[in-house]
């Protein structure tokens, strides 16, 4: 479980396809503090360490993860120098400062526009059909593994604010209209529509 809080931007060494997609990710991380096998959200993605140096890390990235998020594009991979937001798992005890992330992307939304307002960025997204209906105003997302309070919504269109602090220590200072990022709806969200879907 993850929290959305971001605390480093990773940054892709390596790419290599073999069976699953293989990707070092270079951080900042104390990586002698990171188990094999440990879980670290990579734009929002949960993925397993399988190696690790001392400023690196690698993963492996199955086809199911393929198909949901936005790694790849146009046929290709992330390619060598993307930045990627990454988070370690939540410990008992953390603060959570976000909301409760499983890193189970459910797709990707596509940006639709940017405006600065005040200080703050406005970001206009539209989210995949299917995912739509959990999203609402004042609720939770997690876009590219980032914990973002929703704005407004209009049928498959949301907005969220984006805070100067936001974007310093995140990739969110370069994203812009027309990239595709991950999505992942609210927990909560999910499992009270699926409630309702029995009693209907």
Not at 64 to 85: F, M, Q, R
Not at 141 to 164: H, K, Q, Y
Request: charged fraction near 25%; proline fraction near 2%.
């Amino acid at each position: 479980m993850f929290t959305g809080i971001i605390t480093d931007i990773g940054e892709v060494l390596q790419v290599e396809m073999r069976g699953d997609l293989h990707v070092r990710i270079g951080t900042r991380y104390e990586t002698g503090g990171v188990d094999i096998g440990a879980s670290i959200a990579c734009d929002g993605i949960c993925l397993t360490v399988v190696d690790k140096g001392e400023s690196w890390f690698d993963v492996d990235i199955s086809a199911e993860s393929l198909g949901k998020t936005n790694i790849l594009t146009a046929n290709t991979a992330w390619p060598v120098g993307t930045k990627l937001n990454l988070e370690r798992a939540l410990k008992l005890g953390d603060e959570l400062g976000g909301h409760i992330v499983s890193g189970h992307v459910d797709g990707v939304a596509q940006v639709l526009s940017t405006r600065d307002e005040g200080e703050s960025t406005r970001f206009e997204f539209e989210a995949p059909a299917a995912l739509a209906r959990f999203i609402a105003p004042k609720g939770s997302v997690a876009l590219n593994g980032t914990s973002l309070t929703v704005n407004d919504v209009e049928g498959c269109r949301f907005g969220v604010n984006i805070i100067p602090h936001t974007k310093a220590h995140t990739t969110w200072h370069s994203v812009k209209a027309g990239d595709a990022v991950n999505l992942e709806i609210d927990t909560l969200a999910r499992y009270v529509a699926r409630l309702k879907d029995f009693d209907a």
